[in-house]
C-alpha cells in the first residue's frame, strides 16, 4: 500500500460538502458518525500494511461535515459478544495510521473469526437506540478502581440498565468477510428489532474483499430486507482508498444514503457539540427511501453498491 498518500482533509470535507448540496441534502442535515471495523484473521493483512487505516482516513470528512462535534466513533469486532469493543473517537488531527496506532494486535478479539450481531447492539446501544446492557461488558475499557467499585466508563453502575441519548447516526460498517452462519439469525433479529422500533439510525455496509469467491451474499440480504441498510462492495481496496474524493463520494452516497440524509425529522436537532448528539421528537424514523435503486456496476468492476429491490 501507498502510505505516502497525501491526504488533504479540509479540501475533502468540501468536497463532500459540495456532493451533499447537489444531492439536495442541506447543511443543517446533521448525523453523529461511526466506522465499525472487522478485525478478523483474513483482515489482517491490510490493516497491518495501512491499507485499512487509509480507507479511516477517507472516511473522516463523513464526520467533518456531519457530526457535531466533528468525530467518528470507532468500534471492532471479530467473533462474539466479548469481542465487540468501542476503541474511542477518530479525529481530523488523530486520523493518520489510526488502525496501525490504535487496532493492531491491540483490540480484544485480534485475528479472530466473525460475528456482526453483537457490534451492532454496541452501537444501536451507544448511539441510544436500545437499552444498554453494561453486565455483561462489566471490565471492558475500565481501569482497576472501575472494577473494583463496579463502575462502567460511562458512569453507570454495571449491571444496571440504562438508555444514553438517542442520537441520529450513521454507521459505516467494514468487513472482508462473511457474517458466521450461526450469527446470522442474531444479526437479522437485531437489525429487525431497530427497524421496528424506528431508530434513527443508517447502516452502511462496506464489503471490501478481492476474493470474488467472497459474495457478501448475507449483507446484500440485509440491504434488500431493512430500510435503514446499503452496501457497497469494493474488490480491491487499494484502488477504491486512491480515488478522487468525487469517486470516493459517488460510490458511498448511493440514493437510498441520501434519501434518509433528506428525511432527518424536525423534532431532530443538533445539540451543543459535545457529544450529547440528536434529540428525538417522535422516536420514529420517517421511512422514506427509494424502493427501485437497481443494483450497478461501477468503475472498473471494482465496486457494486446494492440496495432494495
Not at 35 to 45: K, L, N, P, R, T
Not at 99 to 111: A, F, H, S
Not at 210 to 238: C, M, P, S, Y
Amino acid at each position: 500500500m501507498n502510505s505516502k498518500l497525501t491526504l488533504n482533509l479540509d479540501k475533502s470535507a468540501s468536497a463532500l460538502r459540495l456532493a451533499l448540496d447537489k444531492a439536495g441534502v442541506v447543511a443543517t442535515v446533521k448525523a453523529e458518525t461511526a466506522a465499525i471495523i472487522d478485525v478478523s484473521g483474513s483482515f489482517e493483512h491490510e490493516h497491518e500494511e495501512g491499507t485499512t487505516s487509509i480507507l479511516i482516513e477517507r472516511l473522516v470528512p463523513y464526520c467533518m461535515v456531519l457530526d457535531p462535534d466533528r468525530k467518528m466513533d470507532v468500534f471492532t469486532f471479530s467473533a462474539g459478544e466479548d469481542n465487540a469493543h468501542y476503541v474511542g473517537a477518530v479525529t481530523p488531527d488523530d486520523a493518520r495510521d489510526y488502525v496501525t496506532r490504535n487496532i493492531v494486535d491491540r483490540v480484544p478479539g485480534w485475528n479472530g473469526g466473525t460475528t456482526y450481531s453483537f457490534v451492532l447492539e454496541r452501537a444501536l446501544e451507544h448511539f441510544g437506540w436500545k437499552v444498554c446492557e453494561e453486565s455483561h461488558r462489566a471490565t471492558q475499557g475500565a481501569g482497576f478502581l472501575s472494577r473494583l467499585f463496579g463502575w462502567s466508563p460511562s458512569g453507570h453502575q454495571h449491571g444496571v440498565k440504562h438508555m444514553h441519548e438517542k442520537r441520529r447516526s450513521l454507521v459505516l460498517f467494514i468487513t472482508d468477510g462473511e457474517n458466521d452462519g450461526s450469527d446470522e439469525a442474531r444479526t437479522m433479529r437485531v437489525l429487525e428489532e431497530s427497524q421496528k422500533r424506528g431508530d434513527q439510525i443508517y447502516f452502511l455496509f462496506i464489503g471490501a474483499c478481492e476474493d470474488k469467491g467472497v459474495t457478501f451474499e448475507f449483507v446484500q440480504k440485509i440491504a434488500h430486507r431493512f430500510r435503514n441498510t446499503g452496501v457497497v462492495v469494493i474488490r480491491d481496496l487499494e484502488a477504491f482508498v486512491a480515488q478522487s474524493d468525487e469517486e470516493l463520494n459517488a460510490t458511498l452516497l448511493g440514493p437510498e444514503l441520501v434519501e434518509w440524509l433528506k428525511s432527518s425529522p424536525a423534532g431532530f436537532v443538533p445539540a451543543c457539540p459535545s457529544r450529547r448528539g440528536l434529540v428525538d421528537a417522535c422516536g420514529r424514523w420517517p421511512g422514506a427511501s427509494l424502493r427501485n435503486w437497481p443494483q450497478r456496476l461501477l468503475q472498473r468492476s471494482r465496486w457494486t453498491t446494492t440496495s432494495k429491490p
